[in-house]
């Protein structure tokens, strides 16, 4: 897993801190309900609405410094209309171990910042 410390450093101090505690905690949200719209997407079959999911995750999670779990999402975006459903399978799942420690850094992060 990997946060830009740096980039999250960048909002607090474009927004200030009320401001990019919100930015922030938006962001988090967002990317929690993304990540289950990724899963149960995925498990019921519907990969386009899983693409869209993943694609949209991308931005939000560069956003907030979270790199690893932009570039996951992006390979999911990437392998969700391949027939490469072994690949698939792994990206899905690694996504969803990034994007729960991921959240948990940043959120850590965030309050290391108050």
């Known amino acids: 897993m990997n946060v830009d410390r740096d980039r999250l450093d960048q909002l607090y101090d474009q927004l ?3 401001g990019a505690d919100g930015v922030v905690s938006r962001a988090m949200e967002e990317l929690a309900v993304r990540l289950s719209k990724v899963e149960s997407s ?3 079959g519907e990969f386009e609405e899983m693409q869209r999911a993943a694609r949209s995750m991308i931005a939000i999670s560069e956003q907030i410094g979270m790199v690893t779990f932009a570039q996951v999402a992006e390979d999911v975006k990437t392998l ?3 027939e490469d459903s072994t690949a698939l399978a792994a ?7 990034i994007g729960e420690n991921s959240l948990l850094a940043v959120w850590d992060l965030q309050g290391a910042s108050l």
């Open 80 to 82: 969700a209309l391949t």
């Open 91 to 97: 990206c899905v799942a690694r996504l969803m171990r």
């Open 16 to 18: 200030g801190t009320s």
């Open 42 to 44: 995925y498990k019921r």
